[in-house]
């Protein structure tokens, strides 16, 4: 009988990979704290929705911070 929630007869023998190192790295210098500030108050304001203009911003924050 396999373990619950394994596919197949034997248990999961992978490893995860962590990302490299400073792939996605902190915001220091807070580049990007307008975007963020929006996009938190935007999610208060409409109480944790899933909301288009929230979605909106964090794709912006996003984009801001792999631009970096």
Do not use: W
């Amino acid at each position: 009988m396999s373990s619950f929630g394994s596919p197949g007869s034997g248990p999961y023998a992978g490893k995860p990979v962590p990302p490299q190192r400073g792939s996605f790295p902190l915001d220091h210098d807070g580049e990007c704290k307008d975007v963020m500030t929006k996009y938190l108050s935007c999610i208060k304001k409409v109480k944790g929705v899933n909301d288009e203009e929230c979605r909106n911003l964090a794709k912006s924050y996003l984009a801001c911070r792999m631009d970096r």
